[in-house]
């Protein structure tokens, strides 16, 4: 296998873009990463994506966006594993250039959600759990977390205000992000006391309904030399399954696939979390934030809530999570969210975080995505 | 949403209208839908079981911004049950205080109505579960 690096990152504003396309969303996120790159030409590109189809009506998208980004006729493939879908991108991208197959492979992820209204959003989202036996009973996403929630409570005494903490800890990042969907600080109160969506999850406890795109740039380590841009170089890579149902795991408080996923990439890594100077995990749900950091191993089974209160996961914390503003603040366009964690990732290791956001000397960072309800992960390890 | 024709409704009807599962000769477990192999045993002989509607509350939630097509039902209960079986099985809960709803508590599961499509002309029943 070949060392390869991320030599170039793009970005779009995420929110509510009525007046961006899903197309363009994607060509200025691919653009930019391009020129950030300074690459002459890219070989092959993927396109994470979780549902164009009933978002936007429109599939074969791969040929949709080679064709916009003015690339053809490289080869252009979607990739899909719901919420996953940009850390799978990524990863293909990664094992593509990795193999020598191809030198510079563009992995992008979009997602334009926002052109249907709420309850189609929440169906099309909900075709991530499993449709007849899940979607059918009238599953949503906030209900399956809150499920996990409510079993977490249950088991560790875990508590509203733990998770609130989350939500506050990572508006708080986001408000220093430009490219967050909800740049605001917010306080324990106004978390606890927002409108239910699916008890116990208030919606500030929920990841936002956004629009956005973000795309990256992977080549050799060797070509990004030449390049004259930092070279970020992927030292592991991992992805792993589980059970598409909730009511199939055997234990609904941990996160199998995001485990197996993260033991997979420090072995390619030849690291531990001892290596790992912060991270951007998937907090679709803040109770999700609390489990995948369980699950990661960062803190043990059940002391991930208490952690979260006592500040050791804000940037001043002895393990920074979400630098970006996670999912809560930034938004989840979901195909797009795996890159944008990677965009975050390389700004932190560049030392280019905007806004005062940036931690101090942090050499390696981990990049956790999942889809559904955690049946898919990918995790990778990038450093400087 | 796309109109579905009806054989994806009569297909799923053992399990929807009469909660047939399957256990796995070999090892006992009972697997809600049915298998055709294990992740032990590519070869796996199966008999068919069906679950005795009994069970408890796993865990449970309120859904209060439900998604097509269920969007006039909310709020309502929805959780995950344990079966006597040993298998869970995700299930609204029916006819029920949603204020009032706590782990542990047992049900059984009823033959009940789930929604209905007025595009596709369809009627969805299938199971919903109800505290005992």
Request: proline share 4%.
């Amino acid at each position: 296998m070949r060392d390869v690096a991320v030599v170039g990152i793009g970005i779009t504003k995420f929110g509510e873009l009525w007046e961006q396309s899903f197309r363009n969303l994607f060509v200025e996120a691919g653009k930019a990463a391009i020129l950030d790159s300074g690459v002459e030409k890219i070989d092959s590109m993927y396109v994470g994506c979780m549902s164009s189809g009933l978002f936007v009506g429109q599939e074969h998208i791969g040929c949709l966006m080679a064709d916009y980004l003015g690339v053809s006729p490289i080869p252009a493939v979607r990739v899909e594993s719901a919420c996953a879908s940009g850390g799978v991108a990524f990863r293909q991208a990664f094992i593509e250039v990795a193999s020598g197959m191809s030198d510079v492979v563009l992995a992008g992820g979009v997602e334009k959600m926002t052109d249907v209204d709420g309850a189609i959003a929440t169906y099309a989202l909900a075709t991530a759990a499993d449709a007849e036996y899940e979607g059918f009973q009238g599953v949503t996403f906030p209900g399956l977390y809150a499920m996990m929630a409510r079993a977490h409570m249950d088991r560790y005494g875990t508590t509203s205000e733990m998770l609130a903490h989350v939500s506050v800890k990572n508006h708080d990042n986001g408000n220093l992000n430009p490219y967050a969907q909800f740049p605001v600080k917010i306080t324990v109160d106004t978390v606890l006391n927002s409108v239910m969506v699916a008890d116990p999850l208030h919606i500030l406890d929920c990841s936002p309904v956004t629009d956005g795109a973000a795309a990256v740039i992977v080549t050799t380590v060797e070509n990004a030399k030449k390049l004259g841009k930092p070279a970020i170089r992927i030292a592991g890579s991992g992805m792993a399954t589980d059970s598409i149902a909730l009511h199939s795991r055997d234990d609904m408080t941990t996160l199998n696939a995001t485990k197996v996923a993260a033991e997979k990439a420090f072995a390619m890594a030849n690291m531990t979390l001892k290596d790992i100077d912060f991270a951007e995990v998937h907090d679709c749900f803040t109770i999700a934030e609390l489990i995948v950091l369980e699950s990661l191993g960062v803190y043990a089974p059940g002391k991930a809530g208490e952690a979260a209160m006592a500040g050791e996961t804000a940037r001043s914390g002895s393990f920074p999570v979400n630098p970006s503003g996670g999912l809560k603040s930034k938004g989840h366009p979901v195909g797009a969210t795996g890159i944008a964690q990677i965009v975050e990732l390389v700004k932190q290791l560049r030392g280019e975080a905007e806004n005062g956001r940036q931690l101090d000397n942090v050499k390696r960072g981990l990049a956790q995505n999942m889809g559904g309800s955690g049946g898919s992960a990918t995790v990778h390890i990038l450093e400087v | 949403m796309a109109q579905t024709l009806t054989a994806r409704v009569w297909r799923e009807q053992p399990q929807r209208y009469r909660m047939i599962a399957n256990k796995d000769k070999k090892s006992g477990k009972v697997y809600f839908p049915p298998r055709l192999v294990t992740p032990d045993d590519l070869n796996a002989e199966f008999e068919d079981v069906q679950l005795s509607g009994a069970g408890k509350i796993a865990s449970w939630t309120v859904i209060r911004v439900a998604p097509a097509p269920f969007t006039d039902l909310s709020p309502y209960a929805l959780a995950i049950i344990e079966t006597e079986e040993g298998v869970n099985v995700t299930a609204q809960i029916a006819d029920c205080d949603v204020e009032n709803i706590k782990t542990g508590m047992p049900v059984k599961f009823e033959f009940r109505k789930i929604y209905e499509d007025n595009e596709a002309s369809i009627i969805y029943y299938g199971y919903k579960a109800v505290i005992v």
